[in-house]
Nanobody
Framework: VQLQASGGGLVQSGGSLGLSCAAS????????MGWYRQAPGKQRELVADITSGGTTNYADSVKGRFTISRDNAKNTVYLQMNSLKPEDTAVYYC?????????WGQGTQVTVSS
């Protein structure tokens, strides 16, 4: 299983960015896909995740600003980030949890300037 993330970049405070992550390989249809982030000097933290059934979970810090979605046919998860703040600056990683195993994509940098 491989995950390929794309998106990210530099944006001003209040702006928007979108991330996507496509999983490839043999993937059992029941799984959880999500986004985590890690800022310099901090631990990696959950941003949001979504089950294959569509149940979502968000960190309190992004509720109302970020939206996670997925396309099961494409094994792809998306993260729409609106009203971005400087504190959202981090490397964002996608994650796939399936059959009690976890797979990570490469990180993508999101930088929000004030």
């Amino acid at each position: 299983v491989q995950l390929q993330a794309s998106g990210g970049g530099l944006v001003q405070s209040g702006g928007s960015l979108g991330l996507s992550c496509a999983a490839s390989g043999s993937i059992f249809r029941i799984n959880v896909m999500g986004w985590y982030r890690q800022a310099p000097g901090k631990q990696r933290e959950l941003v949001a995740d979504i089950t294959s059934g569509g149940t979502t979970n968000y960190a309190d810090s992004v509720k109302g600003r970020f939206t996670i979605s997925r396309d099961n046919a494409k094994n792809t998860v998306y993260l729409q980030m609106n009203s971005l703040k400087p504190e959202d600056t981090a490397v964002y990683y996608c994650k796939l949890e399936v059959l009690k195993r976890a797979y990570w994509g490469q990180g993508t940098q999101v930088t929000v300037s004030s």
